[in-house]
């Protein structure tokens, strides 16, 4: 799988997505958490339930780590409480936060991309903007709101 085609599997759109050789091949896995945040545990619960989904065991004795952990940000990363890397190696997956929201993103994003066997890769994104959310526009017809509109909705 090339780098744009694993990129198109998450949404939004990763920042960087680099495919290395080799694949990692699930069938049992553990799951380690270093964060010492309320969210990996949130983050664990996304994960044991995809992975419940696609018939892969959760058990302590697997040799396949996923660590959900708190990290250092690189320099070019902005918002880093939001960011996140994925690193995916032979081995296991590192889902690595850069803040405690970072971990939970890093999570929904693996969740993504998640399969039987996926790519050694890395991922690392962060948001365009520090506040995340969502627009829905609440007009029927071709009449589009108009600001008055949007202050309003926001009141």
Not at 29 to 34: E, G, M, N, W
Not at 53 to 69: E, F, M, N, R, S
Not at 79 to 89: M, S
Not at 120 to 147: A, N, Q, T, Y
């Amino acid at each position: 799988m090339n780098a744009k085609k694993l990129q198109k599997k998450i949404f939004p759109l990763p920042k960087q997505v680099e495919v290395k050789d080799g694949a990692l091949k699930l069938d049992k896995v553990a799951l380690k958490i270093t964060a010492d945040v309320h969210t990996a545990k949130q983050a664990a619960a996304v994960l044991e339930k995809k992975l419940a989904a696609l018939g892969i065991g959760v058990c302590d004795c697997a040799k396949t780590t996923i660590t959900l952990a708190l990290g250092e940000a690189p320099a070019q990363v902005q918002f880093a409480e939001q960011g996140y890397r994925i690193a995916v190696t032979a081995d296991g997956v590192e889902l690595t936060g850069f803040g405690a929201q970072g971990v939970y993103y890093a999570a929904v994003s693996f969740v993504q991309m998640l399969d039987r066997e996926i790519p050694c890769c890395e991922i690392l994104d962060w948001p365009d903007m520090d506040f995340r959310g969502h627009v829905i526009e609440s007009r029927l017809g071709s009449d589009l709101m108009e600001k008055e509109d949007w202050f309003a909705m926001i009141d």
